[in-house]
């Protein structure tokens, strides 16, 4: 538990920049979720520059049945979202050994489909809201503070409390309006997933209502 809040606020610390150069998370991508006929509460969780439909085949090889089940958008900073995810349901973390490619694999996690999807709305919306410099890549000073002062990031897990809402994300926001951060750039996230007959649904997470919060 304490290793799992550890690596959530060094995630968040960590600046997205190096020497003035864009570091590998701080990528444009897509984070996508894929399921296996082997379990039903397992999903994989990664990142992909590529649309992931395209990732999946490769997932084949090693699980019978991978299916993508939902994926972002395309978003900046796609890696550093996938390694938040990756820290938020890291206590539901599998290691396996894999006895057809003999690596082992690290990205499947024992959550429902609901947990999966939340935890990706969450990263995805919190990227979106630019928490990070434009010069430098490091936190804005708003986050930094919030850090600094004792700011948990479960209150931004929802899984932890009970599932989170507009209203929550509208909060956390407004709060950051209220400390001057930037929000021009603020961009609306999508979440896309697949019914049961195999139709694309699109859902929002980042929605118009509050973006207009900030015009
Ligand atoms: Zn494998």
Not at 23 to 52: L, T, W
Not at 68 to 78: K, N, V, Y
Not at 151 to 175: I, N
Request: charged share 30%.
């Amino acid at each position: 538990m304490r290793a799992r809040r550890k690596g959530l606020l060094r995630t968040i610390r960590a600046p997205l920049m190096s020497r003035g150069k864009p570091m590998r998370s701080a990528q444009k991508g897509y984070v996508y979720i894929v399921s296996r006929d082997a379990d039903e509460n397992c999903f994989k969780i990664g990142f992909s520059k590529h649309h992931p439909m395209k990732r999946v085949s490769r997932h084949r090889r090693c699980h019978d049945g991978a299916k993508l089940i939902a994926f972002t958008s395309a978003i900046q900073h796609a890696p550093r979202v996938e390694q938040l995810v990756h820290w938020d349901l890291s206590t539901n973390r599998r290691w396996e050994k894999c006895s057809r490619c003999k690596c082992e694999h690290r990205e499947w996690f024992d959550v429902s489909k609901d947990m999966a999807i939340e935890a990706v709305s969450r990263w995805a919306g919190w990227i979106c809201s630019q928490p990070y410099e434009r010069q430098g890549g490091g936190l804005k000073a708003f986050w930094s503070s919030h850090l600094r002062s004792g700011f948990d990031p479960d209150s931004l897990s929802g899984h932890y409390w009970g599932w989170h809402t507009e209203s929550d994300w509208a909060e956390t926001l407004v709060e950051a309006k209220a400390y001057r951060m930037s929000l021009e750039h603020v961009e609306s996230v999508k979440i896309h997933r697949y019914d049961e007959t195999g139709g694309e649904i699109e859902n929002a997470v980042v929605t118009d209502s509050i973006l207009a919060l900030f015009n």
